[in-house]
């Protein structure tokens, strides 16, 4: 198993930047691929960003895609999204996800999370 935790939430002026972290525990994060999700008060979790365990390719939300980058350092064992340009509609909690397969956009097949860091991004 693998454990996930989550830091670099915070408020932060639209148009501004933050970088999320997703420490891994117990396996490495090359295991599996791994997922951002979020969820804004009175809405669905919905996805955000993927990188494959397989090729390392990543996969966005049409909602982010241009301004949100995820990336992995396996020497840190730890998952990135990189923000920029954000927007008031960015504001949610944002959770880290793993899961052992390739079905990125489905939070159903992630069998892990973290338990969120929250993002709050005012006009």
């Known amino acids: 198993q693998v454990q996930l935790v989550e830091s670099g939430g915070g408020l932060v002026q639209a148009g501004g930047s933050l970088r999320l972290s997703c420490a891994a525990s117990?396996?490495?994060?090359?295991?599996?691929?791994m997922g951002w999700f979020r969820q804004a008060p009175g809405k669905e979790r919905e996805f955000v960003a993927a990188i494959s365990r397989y090729d390392l390719s990543t996969h966005y939300a049409d909602s982010v895609k241009g301004r949100f980058t995820i990336s992995r350092d396996n020497a840190k064992n730890t998952v990135y999204l990189q923000m920029n340009v954000l927007k008031p509609e960015d504001t949610a909690v944002y959770y880290c996800a793993a899961q052992a397969g390739s079905y990125y956009y489905s939070q159903q097949q992630y069998n892990y999370w973290g338990q969120g860091t929250q993002v709050t991004v005012s006009s």
């Open positions: 117990g396996r490495t994060v090359s295991s599996y691929s």
